[in-house]
């Protein structure tokens, strides 16, 4: 055993190591204010991300190894913050200087149910504590507005427009902008522009994650996005069935040929587990997105289930995560918005990303 001195508690905390960054704590420069009174030590874990799924684990192995290496330890007091790390990438003109990560989430296939996908993981995140905002890419069926049951319209501040606020999200959408019972009939550049309009004209303010729910397909819009700024990284969204998975190895595609990192495939849509009986019915074949992800060497985040409340919650303008947050449907959702948030930080990490953002998530 060891004497209580800073140094000493540093080595013990080496031995606590983050499982998705693969480096210890101390090393990935977790370790804040340190402090020794008499036999108390005190300090802060700050992690990558608010949405960290091992939070918890982390810091009770923490304590637990300066009780294990440190002789005659009184009270330990571990505060878990974070601090969101960002690609290292400079962004052209500027278009979201206060945006840290910006993620699409995209199909190669329309009907895999990518906005739902999309506003679930959103609101997860911003539920963790991160400032989430949501950008409805699809010009010529946004649906964001009706998930999210907004009726307003923007407002104009400074020679910009103020995003709409719900459940903890910044949301901009063509639909708040046209009559929703009238079609958008126009050309490929004027979608795009919308698109990049919705970056440039629009005042995001400081975030952490800026998410795109992108247009099926592998159209202008999905080339604007990625010629405009430098995404973090790309999820794809597809159902088990091979002809969503060949359309959905397409958009992968896309996006690895303009160098935009693949962040994980989700499979929505997966099963589907009977009310009455409990059976699990594989309705639209079983395993296709985990075997692509395993194809194409990309991270699984997980299986999202048919499911009637999904499908209500969306419908009503509550998401699940946000209408019944301790339902299964909504704990499956925020573990994979959990998994995300670490796969964007190992993207960072091996970017030479780095951290910024200060946020408290508890004092215990």
Not at 140 to 162: A, D, F, R
Not at 181 to 210: H, K, N
Not at 354 to 362: E, V
Request: charged letters at 20%; proline letters at 6%; aromatic letters at 4%.
């Amino acid at each position: 055993m060891n004497a209580l001195t800073e140094q000493n508690v540093l080595t013990a905390l080496r031995n606590v190591r983050d499982p998705d960054l693969h480096k210890d704590i101390v090393a990935l420069n977790f370790i804040k204010d340190l402090a020794i009174e008499g036999t108390n030590v005190s300090f802060a874990i700050e992690l990558t991300t608010p949405a960290c799924p091992v939070r918890d684990q982390m810091k009770a192995e923490a304590e637990q190894a300066i009780r294990k290496n440190i002789e005659r330890v009184g009270t330990v007091t571990i505060t878990m913050s974070s601090s969101v790390s960002s690609r290292a990438v400079v962004q052209p003109a500027m278009l979201l200087p206060g945006v840290k990560n910006t993620i699409a989430v995209a199909s190669g296939k329309g009907g895999v149910g990518k906005s739902t996908v999309a506003v679930n993981l959103a609101v997860s995140l911003a539920q963790e504590g991160a400032r989430v905002g949501l950008i409805d890419c699809d010009v010529y069926g946004p649906s964001i507005p009706l998930m999210l049951g907004i009726k307003e319209k923007p407002i104009m501040h400074n020679q910009k427009l103020l995003p709409l606020e719900k459940f903890g999200l910044k949301v901009m959408s063509i639909g708040f902008l046209v009559d929703p019972t009238q079609a958008v009939i126009w050309r490929g550049p004027m979608a795009s522009g919308a698109v990049r309009q919705f970056m440039s004209d629009v005042e995001w303010g400081e975030l952490d994650y800026l998410i795109f729910d992108m247009p099926p397909g592998t159209g202008d819009i999905q080339l604007t996005l990625v010629q405009q700024i430098p995404l973090t990284g790309a999820v794809i969204v597809t159902t088990p069935q091979e002809i969503s998975l060949a359309d959905a190895r397409k958009g992968m595609a896309m996006f690895t040929k303009v160098n935009v990192p693949i962040l994980g495939v989700i499979e929505n849509m997966s099963y589907f587990v009977c009310s009455h009986c409990g059976n699990r019915e594989n309705i639209f074949d079983a395993g296709g997105g985990r075997k692509a992800a395993e194809e194409l060497n990309v991270p699984f985040l997980g299986e999202i289930p048919i499911d009637t409340n999904i499908r209500v919650s969306g419908d009503t303008g509550r998401p699940i995560v946000e209408a019944n947050p301790d339902s299964p449907q909504a704990k499956i959702i925020a573990d994979i918005a959990r998994s995300l948030a670490a796969q964007i930080s190992i993207s960072n990490l091996s970017q030479g990303g780095a951290p910024s953002i200060d946020i408290s998530l508890n004092n215990n």
